[in-house]
């Protein structure tokens, strides 16, 4: 019985679906130590944007978020809203996470719902109590990337976008959503980023 813990965590942590929520946390990390280190903004972004992008399912997020208006949006104002988007989510991280004072991250496990699999994790400060964002993880082209978070397990970040980016988008026409984003990132990068 000692033996099965460890063989099951090291099986748990080989889990494909776990990799880039593990970078991710890591990247987190890493970020908040440059924060604590006074590294700028700008710096912090491009630590991070590389991971964000690995982890996340950026466009299918974005199509989701926008929803049935997505394919009536012509092509360049869907390659600029993929663009102030991609931004709009690292530069959210970035400034969420400043600065380092001995928070973790732990992955809890892995379940099925349907075809994808939700990560479990939970962010655990030093003192207080932790909070649990669960990943849903989605495969396409055989990687593993998240297309949705729940924190506390219930609150899909992807719902509450949708609802205020629905708003914002009329058929053909998504320049309202766009003008929000690129004031959402300049606000959250302090002015560091203009798209």
Known sequence: APLALPAAAFAQAQAPEVEP??????????????GSQHQSFMQRYQMLKPVVEQAFNLPQILQI???????QIPAAQQAQLQQVFRQYTVAAYVHSFTAYNGQNFRILGTRPLGAQRIVDTELVPRSGDPTKLSYVMTN?????????????????????????FSSLVSPGNATRLITELQRKVAYLSGGALKS
């Not at 929520?21 to 440059?34: H, S, V």
């Not at 055989?142 to 609150?155: E, M, P, R, V, Y």
């Open 65 to 71: 978020s926008v929803g049935l208006e997505w394919s």
């Open 21 to 34: 929520i593990e970078a991710l946390d890591k990247g987190l990390i890493a970020i908040m130590k440059a």
């Open 140 to 164: 396409a082209g055989g990687q593993w990337k998240a297309t949705d978070i729940l924190f506390n397990g219930t609150i899909s970040k992807v719902a509450t976008q949708r609802s205020d």
